[in-house]
């Protein structure tokens, strides 16, 4: 049975399960108070701390009884069951005893003690031991995932220098300490850093290419404003005082001048290169600024959903050649007849929308954005500008010059054998030639997975030391091999933030990766095998995200009109509590969600897995968007039905 213990939901046959792995002949769980786990057992020649031991080594803090009781024999029924009602009472004045016992050991050192104050904070746990596993006191590999990019930004580590893997592997304090010794010196005969070129001409970045290329050669000239908006709205829920149309104009602009990027404009020059050209905060092309401000007057009866899409599908958004890629709409609420109306104050219910060319911003651009924007908003339009600090222009020189050998020869060793131009046997209701435009219209299932297939999906992920990517993509390999028909060798396409230098962490800009990830399954393989394969196969990718996708192409002299791998996309979401909050001087602001009403694709089918940790039921489910170029709606919703059947 399940019980649910300080937060934690326990599946109490696994403790008993583990324990019976022993020497114990039975055992029975049972919850005290609700405050303790007790664990009674049947002829054992183990002391309680030996148990205890034990248990750390194999179940997660929350799962570790508290006190364990030997009996000779445990008490039952006439039909041979164990009776609870007669088991003796514990003695809870002895429970500190055991976990006394284990002594208490302290950071020995600076690294030793700054990691220890990151475990804390992230397991909200001040009593940890330095000897302790991160698996035996409530992580799992999500937080250990988390704590791995903390660690990055903490001691400004390349990501070559700490590999993700022996932090797995090795997974006390005293550990990772060491590991992190090793990386600070191994990064001092790292390549020098990058710092501000102050460019304000260059071609553009791998990113940057792939998105203006893709653009181009897949959706008609009439769709390319519409493709590749990142649209964010916001819907304001109470003012404190004064919410100013002006004030956050003249904010914006400050953020604009601030981050080179969202000024950028991009063409081909005559020798075909995508060249990307930063303009001047205070020119004016055609009498107006080089990012687009408009104050949209509604009356208070008009549906606001109908404004939103009519606003972020617009055909006329953006002018890539002249530098305009970001555009924020006010849309202004009040009846026509009132009197008291002020044409610059913000009141609830109004919106503010901002559509974002994709070519210059992507989902960790998000955040900083809106940070940034809040805080020229609260101080008077003023920022703080560090002209040596990076712009997302000087990067593409960076990137021209690594050494790309080593990243070369790994994906010419994952795709040297791979069949480009077969799709998966996807029940297509109809087929697109590779030479069609796509229209980007799609159809799109939602999935809602029950409490008890959440909790047991994290809980596999824990147990097993793996992030809930790896098991969502096993799951997805596993669902495609069941789909096909028993097609085996099944490559498709992930989105990687691809920020692998401490000085692309913190700058506006578009970086995200598009990456293969391939599986050659073997039927005979468990789900266990099936997982084990995804995961070093994904930590052996993570270390080569930096080789653009139109490398990898080229090296197999194919385009992005032809490799069946594009077709398919696969993501895992996770939900961060107020990551992309806006909060303007005190006032209280929501973000609308627009995922019904932008409709853009950009493969024939995307999974979405999204986990949300911060909600107490449903936190996980699934969206499958089906291209309308080649689905019917009612192939998409049986798709959907497909996956779920799979949990």
């Not at 088991?87 to 700054?114: G, W």
């Not at 990019?149 to 400004?156: A, E, I, K, N, V």
């Not at 649209?231 to 914006?252: K, M």
Request: net charge negative; hydrophobic share 40%.
């Amino acid at each position: 049975c399940h019980i649910k213990l300080h937060g934690q939901r326990i599946k109490l046959g696994e403790i008993e399960q583990c324990l019976l792995n022993t020497s114990i002949s039975a055992c029975v769980i049972m919850k005290w108070d609700d405050d303790h786990l007790i664990a009674y057992v049947e002829g054992c020649d183990m002391t309680e701390n030996e148990l205890y031991e034990y248990c750390r080594c194999y179940l997660p803090f929350y799962m570790i009884p508290s006190m364990f009781i030997r009996l000779e024999k445990l008490p039952r029924n006439d039909n041979g069951k164990i009776d609870r009602k007669c088991l003796p009472r514990p003695d809870i004045s002895l429970l500190p005893s055991v976990a006394n016992n284990t002594e208490l050991k302290r950071p020995n050192n600076e690294i030793e003690t700054i990691v220890h104050k990151l475990w804390c904070n992230i397991l909200q746990c001040d009593q940890i031991s330095i000897d302790s596993s991160m698996f035996t006191i409530g992580g799992h590999s999500l937080l250990l995932m988390k704590l791995y990019y903390r660690y990055q930004t903490t001691f400004q580590l390349e990501i070559n220098t700490l590999a993700i893997t022996n932090l797995f592997t090795y997974s006390t304090i005293i550990d990772h300490a060491h590991l992190i010794s090793e990386a600070i010196s191994t990064k001092k005969n790292f390549e020098e850093s990058w710092f501000a070129l102050n460019l304000t001409q260059a071609k553009a970045t791998f990113a940057q290419e792939r998105i203006f290329l893709d653009e181009q050669i897949r959706f008609p000239s009439k769709h390319h404003n519409l493709m590749y908006v990142i649209p964010l709205v916001y819907r304001i829920l109470s003012t404190n005082d004064y919410l100013s149309i002006d004030r956050l104009h003249r904010a914006l602009h400050t953020v604009v001048a601030k981050h080179r990027v969202l000024r950028t404009g991009f063409y081909l020059d005559m020798n075909g290169m995508i060249i990307q050209h930063c303009l001047d905060i205070n020119a004016t092309i055609n009498d107006q600024e080089p990012y687009g401000f408009s104050v949209i007057n509604i009356n208070s009866n008009v549906e606001s959903d109908e404004v939103i899409k009519k606003t972020i599908n617009r055909s006329d958004l953006f002018d890539l050649s002249k530098g305009r890629v970001l555009n924020c709409h006010i849309v202004h609420r009040h009846s026509f007849c009132d009197l008291s109306y002020d044409e610059d104050t913000l009141i609830m219910g109004d919106l503010i929308i901002f559509t974002i060319h994709h070519l210059v911003f992507d989902g960790i651009s998000v955040s900083i954005f809106l940070n940034d924007l809040s805080l020229a908003y609260t101080n008077d339009c003023s920022l703080p500008v560090d002209e040596n600090v990076m712009q997302c222009i000087d990067s593409t020189v960076y990137e021209r010059l690594m050494n790309m050998t080593q990243s070369h020869e790994f994906w010419y060793s994952q795709l040297k054998d791979y069949n480009f131009i077969r799709s998966l046997s996807l029940p297509f209701d109809r087929h697109c030639l590779s030479t069609d435009y796509r229209s980007g219209f799609h159809f799109v299932t939602q999935i809602y997975f029950d409490d008890d297939i959440s909790i047991a999906f994290l809980e596999y992920a824990t147990l097993n030391h793996i992030t809930p990517f790896q098991l969502a993509m096993s799951i997805f390999y596993a669902f495609l091999f069941k789909l096909t028909d028993g097609q085996d060798d099944l490559c498709f396409s992930c989105l990687h933030a691809n920020r692998y230098r401490t000085e692309l962490q913190n700058i506006i800009g578009m970086f995200v990766a598009t990456l293969p990830f391939r599986i050659q399954l073997n039927s005979q393989w468990s789900f266990e095998n099936l997982v084990k394969h995804v995961q070093e196969n994904c930590l052996s990718v993570f270390q080569h995200t930096h080789y653009p996708l139109q490398y990898i192409l080229a090296d197999f002299q194919r385009n992005y009109s032809n490799v069946s791998f594009l077709d398919t996309l696969f993501e895992l979401i996770t939900v961060s509590p107020d990551i992309n909050k806006l909060s303007l001087d005190g006032s209280n602001l929501e973000q609308v969600s627009v995922e019904q009403l932008h409709e853009a694709t950009y493969f024939d089918v995307d999974a979405v897995f999204v986990y949300n940790p911060t909600v107490e039921t449903g936190k996980l489910l699934c969206n499958i968007y089906g291209s309308r170029d080649v689905f019917n709606e009612t192939t998409v919703n049986k798709i959907g039905r497909k996956l779920q059947a799979v949990f």
